[in-house]
């Protein structure tokens, strides 16, 4: 069971099961589309733009005071599937959920039932000699097929399982006359014939893809690699496995956005107006910040040659980050803060709870812009601007893509039922047994 919880735990399985879809809400589908995006043999980092971290904030950066946001405690793989929320997750202000697709199943009307001709009436028995004998005659017919997708049969002991799963458990064995059983019966079918129509995305999805997938998975449990590796090992599934799981995931995103997404055309009239209709969702209150650092430690009480060398050494960094090199790869290599394991992310603050000579130095900075080397009692620190809210109203031209997004997300999950309605089932021979 626990290997199935990492598995599901990752997994888009809820567009294909035909409910509120994991996949197509910003929360979870946002860095899949990034990972998507990236060419084969890119190194570049997981983006968590957007995302305020919940790692414990370091001391290197703060004053006496305490973080506003203490950390949860830490979860065990699976990862938490996030719930609906904002389209920028990092404001305080909450907009309307991103997914308003309907709960239960949401493939009602894939198909109709086919007349097939009844089947004989049994010949009769006679009556069963033992108690042992009765009880088996009465058993239903839970692996019954009752419905096919190009051969796969579908059964009755699958169709109720589903249905219990999903919290419309079937009270009959007579499908005919059970609106329920039809309507997971449908949903199924549904799942089967997008699990056909994935496979041809088997070739396009390359490894460097899933290693982004994956490190991003990782970094959302603020785990360093070994960390995750022990912790996906306890939980019943090798790292194989996952890699095989992440493929999967990133086929069945690229077949979403390019067959569902891709397909949906949101006017900028329909932005301005969900923008004006939302005004108080896009203003920021308290100002804040979120950084990333590499901190060269200094022993305490350094001589003048340990701090000349740690100077030197934070130049040359510096110099790496501002001609290009990755950030969060410097970081992971450099760094001799905790935050190492997590490409030098550090989280959101205010500015009361920064070291003065540390938001002295990133106060001027436009966010992705990297600070001088600054000396505290810690070492010298190499603090990169992330985001930096002020407060106020956020303008259009900053959420526009946010906004579209959320509303392409609100509008998937028709486009899905209609995709799967008017194309796939043409493509496929369907039957319906009940």
Known sequence: MAASAVLMGIAVAGAF????????????????????????GSAESPSTEGTPSS?????????????AEPPPPSQPIPLPSPGPGAVNPSREARMVPASDAPGGF??????????????????????????????????????????????????????????????????????????????????????????????????????AQVDKYITQLRMDKHMSDEEFRAQLQASGMSYDDLRKRARMDLEKAMMIEQEVRA?????????KAFYDAHQQDFTITKERLRLSQILVA????PTSA?????????????????????????????SDDESKSNGGELGWFAPADINDSILAAVKPLKPGEISAPVRTSHGIHIVKLEEHEVPGVVPLSEVKTEIRAQLIDQQSSAQLEKWVESDLVKQHYVETLY
């Open 17 to 40: 099961s035909g409910c509120a879809i994991d996949l197509l809400k910003p929360e979870s589908y946002s860095f899949i589309k990034d990972a998507i995006a990236v060419p084969p």
């Open 55 to 67: 790692r414990p904030t370091p001391q290197t950066l703060l004053t006496s005071s305490a973080p």
């Open 106 to 207: 949401s493939l009602p009307s894939l198909l109709s039932k086919k007349e097939v001709p009844e089947p004989a009436p049994p010949a009769p028995v006679s009556e069963p000699e033992t108690p042992d004998e009765e009880e088996v005659a009465s058993t239903p017919p839970v692996d019954r097929v009752v419905a096919s997708v190009d051969g796969d049969p579908i059964t009755m002991r699958e169709v109720q399982d589903f249905a219990t799963e999903h919290g419309q458990p079937i009270d009959t064995n007579d499908f005919a006359t059970s609106d329920t059983a039809k309507t997971a019966v449908k949903a199924l079918i549904g799942e089967k014939l997008l699990e056909q129509e994935v496979k041809k995305y088997d070739d396009k999805v390359d490894e």
């Open 263 to 271: 397909k949906i055309n949101v006017p900028d009239s329909d932005v």
């Open 298 to 301: 200094l022993p305490p009480n």
């Open 306 to 334: 340990q701090v000349t060398a740690a100077q030197k050494k934070a130049e040359t960094i510096r110099a790496r980050a501002a001609k290009g090199d990755d950030f969060g790869d410097l970081a992971r290599v450099y």
